[in-house]
Every structure is written in C-alpha cells, then in structure tokens.
C-alpha cells in the first residue's frame, strides 16, 4: 500500500486490516482473508480496498453476521421443483420424498419421475372414483363418464354426479345419470332433466264445460258465461248454470 525504501530492496506499509509480510527483500500487504480465511464461514473475497465473505450454493449470508452462511431451506420458501412432490431440506440442499409409482430422479435427486396411472392401485393410489385416470405433472386428473362431472382438486380427481335441475321434482338414479319424475301438470323437458308447466289450454286439455280455458302453472282455471258458475266438485274446470 505504502512502499518504503529499504537497503536492500523495499518494504510495505499497509492500511488496516491488513498486515506486512516482507520475504525475499520484498514486501506485499496481506488482507483478512490470508488470515484465517477472514472469519468466514465459505469464501473470503477481497480487494485493495475491502474485503467480504461469500456463501457456497445453498446457502445465504447471516442477517446477524455478514461472516456466516445458512443455510436456504428450499422446502420452506416454496423454491423446490415443481415434480418434488414431498420437499426434504437438507444441509445446502434438498431432496424428495415420492409417491408409489414415481422414482426419486437419479441425477438431480430433487424430482420424482414416473407415471401414477397404470401402476397405481385404485382406492389407494388414486381416487375409487376416478373412471378414467390420466396422468398428470404432477399428480393426475380423471375423465368421466356421462353423468358425472371432474373434481380435480389439489392435483388429485374423481368423478362426482352432476348436481339436479331445480325444476326436477322427483329425482331418479340411473347407472351413471338421473331422470326426473314430475308433478301432476307438468312433464319433462324432452332435452333436458327438469319439468315444465303443461299448458292444458294450447293442447285443448280442459273439460268440454269450460266456456274459457285460462293456464295457470301446474293447472288450468275456467271463465264461465254470463249465467253460468264454475262447479267446485269439478276442480273448478267446468261451468255449470246458476
């Protein structure tokens, strides 16, 4: 840092942090880390006017100590590999944990390999009520069959039944669907499961008696001429003389 002339050759004054070391009639200025790697825990680095510690991969520097490293726990901080399906830190690293059908990756050891459809058992290895498993990265998800829907959730499915029409009144199972059964005055959609109002006017469903057909939802009323009642005994569905 500072050369002085000696008889013979030169010697050093250093700044601090730094220390002389004068061999061979020669002089150098040695920093902090030819001192005992400088305190730090991995690399010491340094330059003519500093000098600072670094970490190996894994690991970070102290927020306490700017010398120490910790380590980086990759579970934790969600920094693992998408297909480690059971994150383990370790010491600088990590590793994985896999699922029956999947193989531990023998290079990285950080990521599981394999295909759980095929080699799994169902109602252990994947949902027993997954019609049809298809793999997935990672997990698996499941086709159904008609009258079911997907619940492929947490990267896992099964099949559930679709949900009922509200407008169904009696619902009825069938192998993979349902039919409905519906209340007097209505009838099926012929596309879809629910019921609808029959309109008993339009199809001239009504008594002869009824002089004017009006529709009601699930029913129908009468109007009668002048003279004429509606007969309670009837239902209200035919006009009878007063």
């Known amino acids: 840092h500072h050369c002085q002339n000696a008889e013979p050759g ?6 601090d942090g730094y220390e002389a070391e004068n061999s061979n009639l020669e002089g150098t200025c040695v920093g902090e880390c030819r001192q005992h790697n400088g305190g730090c825990d991995h690399e010491c680095e340094e330059n003519k006017y500093d000098e600072w510690c670094s970490c190996h991969e894994g690991f970070n520097i102290s927020t ?12 934790e901080d969600n920094t693992h590999h998408e ?3 059971t994150c383990v830190n370790t010491e600088g690293s990590y590793t994985c944990r896999c699922r029956y059908g999947y193989d531990l ?3 990285t050891e950080q990521k599981c390999n394999g295909e759980l459809c095929g080699v799994g058992k169902m109602g252990d290895d994947f949902h027993q009520d997954c019609h049809e498993c298809i793999n997935g990265n990672p997990g698996y998800t499941c086709k159904c069959r008609s009258g079911f829907r997907e619940d492929n959730s947490n990267n896992e499915g099964n099949c559930i039944g679709v949900a009922i029409d ?4 009696t619902c009825k199972n069938t192998q993979g669907s349902y039919t409905c059964e519906c209340d ?3 009838e099926r959609h012929p596309n879809e499961k629910r019921c609808i109002d029959v309109d008993e006017c339009e199809r001239e469903l009504y008594d002869v008696g009824c002089h004017t057909c009006i529709n009601l939802i699930g029913g129908h009323t009468c109007l009668c001429n002048d003279t004429f009642i509606l007969d309670n005994n009837s239902n209200n569905e035919t006009c009878i003389g007063q």
């Open 10 to 15: 030169y010697t050093c004054e250093c700044n």
């Open 64 to 75: 306490d100590d700017w010398r120490k490293c910790v380590d980086i726990d990759e579970c």
């Open 83 to 85: 297909d480690c399906q």
């Open 105 to 107: 990756d023998p290079i």
């Open 166 to 169: 509200k407008d169904c009144h």
């Open 184 to 186: 007097e005055g209505y």
